[in-house]
């Protein structure tokens, strides 16, 4: 076996590397058979490097909240033009301080979902028969200002409705204005109004859930204005207070002949 020079380390590492011209007959590098021994090749002791190999950063785990980046570190021995990977614990002995491969990153504070109280279920919008919906308010906020809802996680987001026990919850009669009377002056007419049945707080139609409830009337008698005085419109004549003249009034010349008869008349229906 041709001569070569070895050296260990303080964990026992056992490496060799042979002097220029140590080859046998073949030209070629003696191998020492102990697998604990790293064969670096030809030259002095005193060329062989260590130096540490790392790789970029990892994407940071999280853009906030505290995430964390890693990389990897490995020990590189080298010996003239020579370089081989070997334990990271070779490169400590040789007095190299070992890299950090993990690092804090996305410190910032991460915005939050923040919500509202839910609104009070007996005051809350019926949605069925005894069922009503609660609402609240949700925003994504950051440092006390409300943000982009895009900013925060969509799979966290709280409910903003709810179902809700509300006894109220029952059909209620909602009754439109009066319109006007339809009456001709000093004569007795009518009003009408639209009723509907709702639910409770709400403008929905509740189909038969009024039905147990008292109707509110739709329809009530009322007085048309008051006739203006015309000393001009007389009654010419008796036949005028005859009832079955009436249908008279709808005649001009009979109109003119019994104007204050006829005007208590309303227009034809």
């Not at 950063?57 to 370089?83: D, E, F, H, P, Y």
């Not at 203006?228 to 005649?251: A, R």
Request: aromatic residues 8%; proline residues 7%.
């Amino acid at each position: 076996m041709w001569p070569f020079q070895t050296f260990s380390n303080s964990r026992g590492h056992r490496m060799v590397s042979f002097p220029a011209d140590s080859v046998n007959e073949n030209n070629e590098e003696d191998d020492p058979a102990d697998d604990s021994i790293v064969v670096l090749g030809r030259g002095p002791a005193e060329h062989v490097k260590f130096e540490w190999i790392l790789t970029e950063w990892s994407k940071c785990s999280q853009s906030c909240g505290n995430g964390i980046q890693i990389r990897t570190a490995n020990c590189l021995v080298r010996l003239n033009n020579n370089t081989q990977g070997v334990d990271n614990n070779l490169c400590e002995d040789a007095g190299l301080i070992t890299p950090s491969t993990v690092r804090k990153c996305g410190m910032d504070e991460c915005p939050q979902w923040v919500t509202s109280d839910w609104s009070p279920c007996m005051k809350s919008k019926c949605f069925a028969m005894n069922i009503a919906i609660q609402r609240r308010s949700v925003k994504c906020m950051l440092y006390n200002t409300t943000v982009s809802a895009s900013k925060c996680n969509v799979f966290e987001k709280p409910m903003y409705r709810q179902e809700c026990e509300n006894r109220k919850c029952a059909g209620k009669w909602k009754v439109g204005p009066w319109s006007e009377c339809k009456a001709s002056c000093g004569t007795q007419g009518v009003k009408y109004r639209i009723l509907q049945c709702v639910w409770y707080g709400t403008k929905k139609p509740a189909g038969m859930a009024c039905k147990d409830k008292p109707r509110p009337p739709v329809m009530k008698t009322c007085k048309g204005p008051p006739c203006l005085k015309d000393e001009k419109c007389q009654d010419l004549s008796q036949l005028c207070y005859n009832g079955k003249y009436m249908s008279m009034c709808y005649v001009p010349k009979y109109k003119k002949m019994c104007c204050k008869f006829c005007s208590k008349i309303g227009p034809p229906a």
